[in-house]
């Protein structure tokens, strides 16, 4: 089982120096650290200049690779070179005690860290081996791959629950005619465990849905652009008991189609749902790093490291 101790980590290189914080606060590719990748090649671009995402085929299961991933807030660094693989058609859970940085780390994952003006990172997050944050991978195209689920079920209220789903096709400019419209929002729909509670109301606003249901019927908007990897940030931590065991049994059927990396405090559901594991961890005002990372059922049942075994045995956190 692979370890990566924790530690307070370099200091904050100077503003514009390589793998520093830019003078700007925000993040700037040209001063994050670089590892040729030997991918985005001509034959991985499109024809204006820009760069698919994954070298295989857009519709096979991708595998999502962070390498030395730094992130700060202004001056205060919060993640410390972390390294993670995120393999293809499993369930990873991130977990650790609050402010360790999970969410950062997953914000990282689709480029939603650069929205923070303060916010900076540098690092590579790999899919299929080609960098989101290259400069030739365009924000959209990144964000299409790598969907997000939020911890609030965040529909748009006055849009029927119909025109949510689809609601991504117009945001990445996809063009469908109705009748495709029609099978795709039953396919994801039915992939989200909601088809048959709401197929006869679809033109019903998705705000009146209950917050079990609004968070499938958001499951479902980030299915309908076909992303390769879904990233959910604690969905289930706002729901029911009988909620959360359906949002469960639909990612146990998800992973057949798309890569999961979720972020939970819920250490039974990160038994329930996740193939793999990794515990971070924030000691002593450090920034967060991955204490150790591996199957789930080692990290719970022999894990490796004292602090992994304290905290998945409930004795902090």
Known sequence: MAHAETSSGPTPAAPGQDGGLPASGRYDPGLAPTVPVGVVGPDALRPDGAAYLGSAAADSLATLEARDITAWFGERMVLD???LTME???VTA?????????S???RILNRMHQLIPSAAMAGEVLLDGVDIYDPRIRLTQARRDIGMVFQKPNPFPAMSIYDNVIAGLKLTGS???RRTKDALVEECLTKAGLWREVRDRLRQPGGALSGGQQQRLCIARSLAIRPRVLLMDEPCSALDPTSTRVIEETMTDLVRD?????VTHNMQQAQRVSQKCAFFLA?????GAIVEHGDTDAMFNNPQDPRTSDYVHGRFG
């Open 175 to 177: 063009k469908a005619n």
């Open 94 to 102: 991130l977990i650790g005690p609050s402010g360790c940085g999970k």
């Open 258 to 262: 798309v890569t999961i990396v979720i």
């Open 283 to 287: 000691e002593q005002g450090q920034p």
């Open 104 to 106: 950062t780390f997953l």
């Open 88 to 90: 293809a058609g499993q």
């Open 81 to 83: 070179q972390v390294s």
